[in-house]
């Protein structure tokens, strides 16, 4: 599966921001789709996991309550709708597909997309 990221953006502290990852294949509907950000000088780090129906999400401890993913499987499509946004959110942010719901373990994600940058101002 192919991933494409987009919806990124300069925001002010408390904005909002939506991301978008569409996939392409007929098999998206599979897949466990998740969220991961990479700040400046540091490690690739989970935000959000959503199992294949859409049923089942996971969260980070510091987006919990700020950010909400979602998918719509007749789209292709995995969201990210961020809100309450902190300088500290300030990142590139990557989707990434497993076979499984795997929640936070980056290395089940066998694929991944190109990553979109969120700087958020103080």
């Known amino acids: 599966v192919q991933l494409q990221a987009s919806g990124g953006g300069l925001v002010q502290a408390g904005g909002s921001l939506r991301l978008s990852c569409a996939a392409s294949g007929r098999t998206f509907s599979r897949y466990a789709m998740g969220w991961f950000r990479q700040a400046p000088g540091k490690e690739r780090e989970f935000v959000a996991a959503?199992?294949?129906?859409?049923?089942?999400?996971s969260y980070a401890d510091s987006v919990k309550g700020r950010f909400t993913i979602s998918r719509d499987n007749a789209k292709n499509t995995v969201y990210l709708q961020m809100n309450s946004l902190k300088p500290e959110d300030t990142a590139v942010y990557y989707c990434?597909?497993?076979?499984?719901?795997?929640?936070?373990?980056?290395?089940?994600?066998?694929?991944w997309g190109q990553g979109t940058l969120v700087t958020v101002s103080s």
């Open positions: 959503i199992n294949w129906s859409g049923i089942t999400t």
């Open positions: 990434a597909a497993a076979r499984g719901f795997y929640e936070d373990l980056i290395d089940e994600y066998n694929w």
